[in-house]
Structures are given as structure tokens and as C-alpha cells.
């Protein structure tokens, strides 16, 4: 008998800012995540990122501080590191083999976004048979 789940999947994932206004837009303008809503008397945006909800807060006290790893799947990672590059970021690792199965390849990027954070890409790349 298996033990019934007491949790599901991630709901919310809180990302810390120094600038608020500075990093919506870029998860806005740079990622293209879709905001979803803002509350700016207390400094906080919420994104859609894929069904799992992201919370942007300006940090005010270490009492609530952030240092996220977050890995954004892309199909074509790519693509998607020369479509953040237009906008300026530079990429601390450029894309790169991390592991590979007889089936594919997992290709891993990283770079950090406006506020310091460091943010990963990662792409499964299918291996013809």
C-alpha cells in the first residue's frame, strides 16, 4: 500500500528583489513570462511560469531573504540564450552538455537575471535513432 501524497506539485516559487519595478520588467520583458498581477502598495508581481505561479517581492529584512535556483525549461535552448543575450544578460555558462542518455541530451545555461539571481535554461534534447 503507498502512502498517499500529503503534497502536489510546486504552487509558488518567491524570487527576491532589489528593484521591484527593474525586475518586472525583466521577467516581463526579457524572459516573456506573462504577469499575472501586481501588488505595488507592498511591492510584489506574480508571473505564470508554466502553471506554477512566480512571486517577485522587494526584500526588506532578512527576516524573509531569497536565494533561488530556478531551471526554466526551453525546447530550444538556443534560440532562447540568443533571444536573452539581444537584451543585454550575459551568459556566466553558456550552453552545455550536463548529461546524456542513449535517448537525449539534458543542455544546461546560466545567467543571472536584474536583481543577481542566478537562473538556469534547460533543454531535453531528443537523439535520432
Not at 10 to 38: M, S, W
Request: glycine share 8%.
Amino acid at each position: 500500500m503507498t502512502k498517499p501524497t500529503v503534497v502536489g506539485g510546486i504552487g509558488q516559487i518567491h524570487v527576491g528583489a532589489q528593484d521591484i519595478r527593474r525586475a518586472v520588467a525583466f521577467y516581463r520583458d526579457v524572459l516573456g513570462l506573462p504577469l499575472l498581477f501586481e501588488v505595488p502598495d507592498q511591492n510584489m508581481a506574480f508571473f505564470d511560469c508554466g502553471g506554477v505561479r512566480l512571486y517577485l517581492s522587494e526584500d526588506a529584512s532578512e527576516a524573509f531573504p531569497s536565494h533561488p535556483l530556478i531551471y526554466y525549461h526551453t525546447p530550444d535552448i538556443n534560440a532562447a540564450c540568443a533571444a536573452i543575450a539581444a537584451h543585454g544578460v550575459s551568459f556566466e555558462r553558456e550552453p552545455h552538455v550536463v548529461h546524456r542518455t542513449p535517448e537525449m541530451e539534458l543542455w544546461m545555461a546560466g545567467f543571472r537575471d536584474s536583481e543577481g539571481n542566478f537562473i538556469h535554461l534547460m533543454s531535453e534534447v531528443a537523439l535520432s535513432a
